[in-house]
C-alpha cells in the first residue's frame, strides 16, 4: 500500500540544522509531489512548502524562505526537508504528506497519505 | 493577509449532524480540503476539492461550498469521530490551513 515512513527524532540546539527523510513506498515516486507540514505542540498544522518528485520543482512557504530545502532522490524514492538556523519557536511535529500527480500536473491539493511524523525538539 | 477561519469548537451528541465551517475570501476561487486529525496522530484527507470524498472515507461525512464559506458536514456524529478537524485551500503559489476545529461528541 502506499506509504510515507519518516526518519526518527531529533533533537538540535539553537542555531544548528536538521534533516528529516521521507521514504515513499507502494507507489510510483514521481506520481506524488510531497509537501511538508509542521505542527507545534498544541497549535494547528502550517504548510512548510512542496516538491516535485517528478522535476524537483519546488514551492516554500515565505515564512521559511532562506532557512528550508527541500531535495528528493529519485533513486531511492526519499524526499528530505532541511531546515537551517533551527530557533525554540521551530520545535514541532514535522510531517511529509503526498500530493498526487500526473506527469508533473498536480491533479488536487489534498494530501492523501502522510508520514507518521518526526518529532524535532530545539532546545539548548 | 490571507486567513482560513474556524470555530474553534463544536459540540454534538452521538447520531446528531455536526457541521464545520471554513471561511475564506479565495474560497470561491479555489477548492477546499477537509482533515480529520486524532491525538498522536497525522491527519487523514475526509473530503478533497469542496465536496468529494476519498475511498475509505465513511459516507457520514460530506462537504459543501458556498461563497465564502465551505462546511464540513459529519451527519450521525459517533464517538469516534471525536477528532480536531482542519480546513486547508491552495493554489499554484501555496496551501494554507484554518486553525483547526475541535469536534467534542457529548
Known amino acids: 500500500q502506499v506509504q510515507l515512513v519518516q526518519s526518527g527524532a531529533e533533537v538540535k540546539k539553537p542555531g544548528a540544522s536538521v534533516k528529516v527523510s521521507c521514504k515513499a513506498s507502494?507507489?510510483?515516486?514521481?506520481?506524488?509531489?510531497i509537501s511538508w507540514v509542521r505542527q507545534a505542540p498544541g497549535q494547528g498544522l502550517e504548510w512548510m512548502g512542496w516538491?516535485?518528485?517528478?522535476?524537483?520543482?519546488?514551492n516554500y512557504a515565505q515564512k521559511l524562505q532562506g532557512r528550508v530545502t527541500m531535495t528528493t532522490d529519485t533513486s531511492t524514492s526519499t524526499a528530505y526537508m532541511e531546515l537551517r538556523s533551527l530557533r525554540s519557536d521551530d520545535t514541532a511535529v514535522y510531517y511529509c504528506a503526498g500530493v498526487r500527480m500526473v506527469r508533473g500536473v498536480i491533479i488536487h491539493y489534498g494530501m492523501d497519505v502522510w508520514g507518521q511524523g518526526t518529532t524535532v525538539t530545539v532546545s539548548s | 493577509s490571507y486567513e482560513l477561519t474556524q470555530p474553534p469548537s463544536v459540540s454534538v451528541s452521538p447520531g446528531q449532524t455536526a457541521r464545520i465551517t471554513c471561511s475564506g475570501d479565495?474560497?470561491?476561487?479555489?477548492?477546499a480540503y477537509w482533515y480529520q486529525q486524532k491525538p498522536g496522530q497525522a491527519p487523514v484527507l475526509v473530503i478533497y476539492?469542496?465536496?468529494e470524498r476519498p475511498s475509505g472515507i465513511p459516507e457520514r461525512f460530506s462537504g459543501s461550498s458556498s461563497g465564502t464559506t465551505v462546511t464540513l458536514t459529519i451527519s450521525g456524529v459517533q464517538a469516534e469521530d471525536e477528532a480536531d478537524y482542519y480546513c486547508q485551500s491552495a493554489d499554484s503559489s501555496g496551501t494554507l490551513f484554518g486553525g483547526g476545529t475541535k469536534l467534542t461528541v457529548l
Open positions: 476539492k469542496d465536496s
Open positions: 479565495a474560497l470561491p476561487k479555489q477548492y
Open positions: 516538491i516535485s518528485a517528478y522535476n524537483g520543482n519546488t
Open positions: 507502494g507507489y510510483t515516486f514521481t506520481s506524488y509531489g
